[in-house]
């Protein structure tokens, strides 16, 4: 079956474009999650949805970071007058359900280059 | 101090070592996790744990919930195994992971 679908792969941006980042969770997931990741750096927890609410947005850096899952389904990290130092790769990670014991399935990402 | 500590940072082994990678965490936690990630790869969740132990074909986990310690142990190694080893914490009450910053394992033929 199929499983975290990103999209893009790879994205360039100027500095102060705005870049959105979407993420395709395995159907009938509950729970989604997005993390940054700096080269040579574990995963930052940035934001979490159950189904459409936006349950803890306390990792997003700054207000310039907005994430939406309107429908419970399709979520889309957005990032607002991008700078240098959001150059990463945006993880999106699912899950089954609610409670911490269900396992995560991680998206390929998408690295994000703001030049 | 970081919340979640890996060590080591980084581990070469010859082939059929047996491998251990250690994780410390200085947060309350409703559970723990291990992945993998291939360089320029996704990351594959490898366990969840809560208590006790976890046996997967050659990979074992354990975690020891008042010493807030876990280990995930690599039997009989192989090159294929060479990845990084990332440790991540669900802290309680919340729905906020935390991650370790990996260790890197390469696994010489």
């Known amino acids: 079956g199929a499983g975290v679908s990103q999209s893009p792969r790879y994205k360039v941006a100027k500095r102060g474009q705005d870049v959105a980042l979407r993420c395709d969770p395995i159907s009938g997931h509950v729970s989604l999650f997005w993390y940054q990741q700096a080269l040579g750096q574990g995963p930052e927890f940035l934001t979490y949805f159950q189904n459409e609410a936006q349950l803890d947005k306390s990792g997003l850096p700054s207000d310039r970071f907005f994430a939406e899952r309107p429908e419970g389904s399709v979520s889309t990290l957005k990032i607002q007058r991008t700078q240098q130092e959001d150059s990463a790769v945006y993880l999106c990670a699912s899950s089954l359900g609610r409670r911490s014991n269900y396992e995560q399935y991680f998206g390929p990402g998408t690295r994000l280059t703001v030049t | 101090k970081n919340e979640v500590e890996q060590s080591p940072q980084n581990l070469t082994a010859q082939e059929g070592e047996f491998i251990t990678i250690n994780c410390s965490y200085s947060v309350g936690i409703s559970a723990l996790h291990w992945l993998q990630q291939h360089p320029g790869g996704g990351i594959v969740s490898l366990f969840m744990?809560?208590?006790g132990k976890k046996k997967h074909g050659r990979l074992i986990a354990t975690i020891n919930i008042q010493e807030k310690h876990s280990s995930l142990h690599i039997t009989a190694s192989h090159p294929r195994d060479s990845a990084v080893y990332i440790c991540?914490?669900?802290?309680?009450?919340?729905?906020?992971?935390?991650f370790g910053t990996g260790t890197r394992l390469k696994v010489l033929a």
């Open positions: 991540a914490v669900r802290t309680s009450g919340t729905y906020k992971y935390i």
């Open positions: 744990l809560s208590s």
